[in-house]
């Protein structure tokens, strides 16, 4: 493992709370679908709150808190065009969270390799990045649908691995997600927890370090990269 930024490693970070704030964007999205089904759509925080599992996970918590299954449309069309919703919601640059731009900067000109690994759907994510200007960053974008399964079973973490020829120890994965931290560790990456997120769960539960700031990571990834 590289003992300090100034050499490369390989970094992959979620998505969701950790490089963009697409809570509005998952709510007007999922609004949207309560509104179809004649439901009244639901507050930001609640949606929020439903965030970390991939789309039909928030789909299924989101049905539930609202009445439940209806009798139609099927679960995976409601599924399909909630996906197809959220890929079509505005978000820009100023969706991003502080600092994160300038920070992505800094980690490409000091040699790391960038990668996302996150639950929201592939399109969803690759359409995020771009209309926020950082999917240059980042090589492969894993979302939804790109791996075996999802966070936190570690199989899409092995496929950024397998994707830049990387031994586990040899990357840190970055997330604010309890999910984040359980696809990592099975994985054998380290992983660092941004509180400033969704899911805010507690560090020490995890054995993994913490960050309040995006531009916070640097001297984080230094030491962890110091003492791994």
Same mark, same amino acid.
């Given at each position: 493992?590289? @003992?300090?930024?100034?050499?490369?490693?390989?970094? /992959?970070?979620?998505?969701? %709370? #950790?490089?963009?704030?697409?809570?509005?964007?998952?709510?007007? =999205?999922? %609004?949207? /679908?309560?509104?179809?089904l004649g439901r009244q759509p639901l507050s930001q925080d609640a949606v929020e709150r439903m965030v970390g599992d991939g789309a039909a996970k928030l789909v299924e918590r989101g049905l539930a808190a609202t009445g439940g299954q209806p009798t139609a449309p099927p679960f995976e069309a /409601? $599924?399909?065009?909630? *996906? &197809?919703?959220?890929? =079509?919601e505005p978000i820009d640059a100023g969706d991003l969270y502080p600092s994160v731009a300038e920070t992505l900067s800094l980690f @490409? *000109?000091?040699?790391?390799?960038? =990668? $996302?690994c996150t639950n929201k759907p592939a399109e969803a994510a690759e359409? *995020?990045?771009?209309? #926020?200007? /950082?999917?240059?960053?980042?090589?492969?974008?894993?979302?939804?649908? @790109?791996a075996p399964a999802l966070k936190p079973d570690p199989a899409p973490v092995r496929v950024i691995l397998d994707h830049h020829g990387c031994r586990p120890r040899q990357a840190i994965m970055i997330g604010d997600h309890e999910n984040d931290v359980r696809a990592a560790h099975a994985a054998d990456v380290p992983a660092i927890l941004v #509180?400033? %997120?969704?899911?805010?769960?507690?560090?020490?539960?995890?054995? =993994?370090? @913490?960050?309040?700031?995006?531009? &916070?990571l640097p001297g984080a990834i230094a030491g962890l990269a110091a003492t791994t």
């Open positions: 493992m590289p @003992s300090s930024t100034q050499n490369p490693a390989l970094l /992959i970070f979620d998505l969701d %709370g #950790t490089l963009v704030n697409t809570g509005p964007q998952i709510t007007r =999205a999922w %609004g949207r /679908i309560l509104t179809e /409601i $599924v399909e065009r909630y *996906a &197809a919703m959220l890929a =079509a @490409s *000109a000091a040699g790391h390799r960038m =990668a $996302v359409t *995020a990045l771009e209309m #926020t200007g /950082i999917r240059h960053f980042f090589d492969p974008v894993v979302g939804g649908g @790109s #509180t400033y %997120g969704y899911a805010k769960p507690a560090q020490e539960t995890f054995g =993994a370090q @913490s960050v309040d700031r995006f531009d &916070a």
